[in-house]
């Protein structure tokens, strides 16, 4: 393949070209260092800007409040998981989970080792078509915290507003969202993302986590899964994944320059609306999704047929589009059109969509 491919993969997905070019452009010798970032010390000057720099421009994006700490951590979204719990279950010992999804169900799996794990809700009956409706009573108020998945990547649908919790910590997973929309951070009480979709390569994590919330985990646990080893080491405890963060840092700066994430947040939904629109208008296509809880990141739709869904898949490969297998646990078709998926790349899609129609109905 000669020219770049459009490239709908869920995660590692495709990242800002401008981003990967002035990274090849340093490669071999970063701002006159005489040293690619991969090769340089975690504690050289060069390096310590290069996350100090990743946090501001973070905090700006993000509009997070001086209360709550950034950190760059490793494991995925899978080891925030159980640190979430390791942390966090320190009161009653109990959380409460709204299953929106399979990463939701990892989630809470998870917590269910180490505490009084509840399930608040759960869509898992219905195929994770919708998002529970959920309110104060369906919560235990006497829960160390509720946690919702903010976007459901396999399955695509998205939580629109935090639900009422009746003032319970809220800590979220936001891998497959996270900076594609502006949100109030101040109403949560910690928030998770792997980088590997909208933020950078895979290999880094990040946590948002209210001060206040730090410093107080279970007792015995792995130094490194304590926030607050993070916490008071400026998320260099150990060595941190440091190609990762001057990727991300790069990605920060550059969707700043593109607006910030009000000016994100309008393109996704326009690119969304456009996908979603024609999918609904069309005789060969269905999105399964409660219209309400579609998610603008990852969008699910059919035909119907797995066999016409193999093709399509085939067929669209051929033309540069690539990555559009749903999940491997429930096939179909699925477009993740996180940051980087320029709306030529939508347009693309459902030009290839309606020749498809045309062709198989
Ligand atoms: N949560 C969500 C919403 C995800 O989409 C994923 C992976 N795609 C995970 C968690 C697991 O993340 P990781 O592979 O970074 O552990």
Request: net charge negative.
């Amino acid at each position: 393949m000669e020219e770049r491919v459009f490239n709908f993969s869920a995660g590692p997905s495709a990242l800002p070209v401008e981003v990967m070019k002035k990274a090849a452009e340093s490669m071999l010798n970063h701002g006159g260092s005489g040293m690619s970032v991969m090769e340089m010390s975690h504690r050289s000057g060069p390096f310590e800007a290069i996350l100090s720099e990743a946090e501001v421009n973070l905090r700006t994006l993000m509009g997070i409040p001086d209360d709550y700490y950034v950190l760059f951590v490793q494991g995925g979204a899978t080891l925030a998981f159980a640190m979430t719990p390791l942390n966090l279950m320190n009161g009653s010992g109990k959380a409460d989970y709204v299953i929106t999804g399979q990463w939701a169900e990892k989630a809470y799996q998870e917590a269910a080792k180490f505490g009084d794990a509840h399930i608040a809700a759960s869509s898992k009956e219905q195929k994770y078509s919708f998002i529970p409706k959920v309110m104060a009573s369906d919560f235990r108020q006497d829960a160390d915290y509720a946690h919702i998945t903010w976007n459901n990547t396999i399955y695509g649908s998205k939580y629109s507003g935090i639900p009422d919790t009746g003032g319970l910590t809220v800590v979220t997973d936001m891998s497959s969202s996270i900076l594609s929309e502006r949100i109030d951070v101040s109403k949560f009480g910690c928030i998770y993302a792997g980088a590997q979709k909208n933020i950078g390569p895979a290999g880094l994590t990040i946590i948002i986590i209210k001060k206040a919330l730090v410093g107080h985990a279970k007792e015995n646990i792995p130094t490194y899964l304590d926030f607050k080893t993070h916490a008071d080491s400026g998320s260099m405890y150990n060595t941190p994944p440091t190609w990762n963060i001057y990727i991300s840092g790069e990605v920060f700066k550059h969707l700043l320059q593109r607006g910030g994430l009000e000016a994100m947040e309008e393109i996704n939904k326009r690119k969304a609306a456009r996908l979603y629109d024609y999918i609904d208008g069309s005789k060969l296509y269905t999105a399964p999704v409660a219209a309400e809880d579609r998610s603008p990141m990852n969008i699910v739709f059919i035909t119907g047929s797995e066999k016409l869904d193999k093709k399509f898949i085939t067929e669209a490969k051929g033309e540069g589009l690539v990555q559009l297998g749903g999940h491997r646990s429930i096939g179909g078709m699925r477009a993740s059109v996180y940051n980087a998926m320029p709306e030529e790349g939508v347009d693309r899609l459902i030009d290839f969509m309606e020749r498809f129609e045309a062709q198989n109905i």
